[in-house]
């Protein structure tokens, strides 16, 4: 029987995939399957099972072994408190990074472009319905409805090689939480209200924030959850050196 290993020092040892009430599914199957979804339901997420999501990613590749990976998890009551207290800070701050280069050039372009027309089509909001298209956008500060939410920083002091590294963690642990039954969001969002973020979760001045997770369970019946994003064909990007 396949195990998945909790570290004693989070106090869950080790644990079958019937233990924690999931079925095994493979590498390939989770790639797959995971996709941003955009709509959740309010079932609530144990705390329990994120600590595991959590101490299993934390095998993710790591240069040196540095783990840059900060992460902040909002949850429960704590999600509650934070939806009230975002209500009451500015709408937006200025990022602290480009989440896109100034002048994208192609095909990035195009392969941005596409996927938020085809997002729109599924809602039923046209190009020119720019107040249809702010008020979808304006669901990332809900989480889009997710239960709970982790926040991924780093060290200012990190450079290239280590944010790699946070997004390998980050990617690991949305394969984890897919194989768990969870679904899950990144958002770039948050950078620009990184500073309402920060206050909240209480992290410190050396640490950045890089982007947020909404973590919950999908509302499947959701047109938006629909979407699947295309990916260019492999000789477009790939090159076997001859």
């Known amino acids: 029987m396949v195990r998945a290993f909790i570290p004693e020092s989070v106090g869950y040892g080790i644990q079958t995939h019937a ?36 101490s299993n990613a934390s095998r993710s590749p790591s240069g040196g072994n540095v783990q840059p990976w900060r992460i902040y998890i909002v949850n429960g009551e704590s999600m509650t408190r934070m939806r009230e207290f975002l209500a009451g800070q500015p709408p937006l701050d200025e990022p602290e990074y480009d989440i896109y280069p100034k002048s994208i050039s192609e095909p990035y372009r195009t392969n941005r472009f596409t996927i938020g027309e085809q997002m729109y089509a599924t809602l039923g909001i046209a190009r020119e319905d720019k107040a249809g298209r702010q008020r979808q956008f ?105």
């Open 19 to 54: 233990q924690l009430g999931f079925a095994l599914m493979n590498v390939v199957d989770a790639v797959n399957a995971r996709l941003s979804v955009r709509q959740f339901l309010s079932t609530p997420v144990a705390d329990d099972q994120l600590k595991s999501l959590l």
């Open 138 to 242: 304006a669901n990332n500060n809900d989480f889009f409805g997710a239960p709970a939410a982790m926040f991924c920083y780093i060290d200012r002091q990190m450079g290239p090689p280590q944010w790699s590294d946070l997004g390998m963690f980050l990617q690991t642990f949305m394969l984890l939480a897919e194989e768990s039954g969870l679904s899950t969001c990144a958002q770039e969002y948050w950078s620009v209200r990184h500073k309402s973020v920060t206050s909240f979760v209480g992290a410190p001045e050396n640490e950045m924030l890089f982007c947020g997770l909404a973590i919950g369970f999908a509302d499947k019946a959701a047109p938006i959850n629909s979407l699947r994003s295309e990916r260019m064909p492999l000789s477009e990007w790939a090159t076997f050196v001859q």
